[in-house]
């Protein structure tokens, strides 16, 4: 199992910026890919970056351009820099760990974009 810490969230008015880390407790070389989901109040979780073993990313089309998700291996820890921020941005953001049919989820934190 991989315990997940997710931090920096907040509360910024909308077109700032937030930068989110996911503090991994072991090697994020051990798992296949990570990836950041978020979920808004009444709507379903939905996938807004991943980024694989080997660097490959992947952003949902409503983050394109804004975010940037990246790793540091040394650390144990992947990123998502949040720009241009939106009040539809609003939402419990959280880390996945996706490793051999499994995978781990932290606990979220609270982004919160104000008009």
């Known amino acids: 199992q991989v315990q997940l810490v997710e931090s920096g969230g907040g509360l910024v008015q909308a077109g700032g910026s937030l930068s989110l880390s996911c503090s991994a407790s072991?090697?994020?070389?051990?798992?296949?890919?990570m990836g950041w989901y978020r979920q808004a109040p009444g709507k379903e979780r939905e996938r807004v970056a991943t980024?694989?073993?080997?660097?490959?990313?992947n952003l949902a089309d409503s983050v394109k351009g804004r975010f940037t998700i990246y790793r540091d291996n040394a650390k144990n820890t992947v990123y998502l820099q949040m720009n241009s921020l939106k009040p539809e941005d609003t939402a419990v953001y959280y880390c996945?760990?996706?490793?051999?049919?499994?995978?781990?989820w932290g606990k979220g934190t609270l982004v919160t974009v104000s008009l």
């Open positions: 072991r090697s994020i070389l051990s798992v296949n890919a």
């Open positions: 980024i694989t073993r080997t660097g490959g990313t």
């Open positions: 996945k760990a996706d490793r051999e049919g499994m995978s781990d």
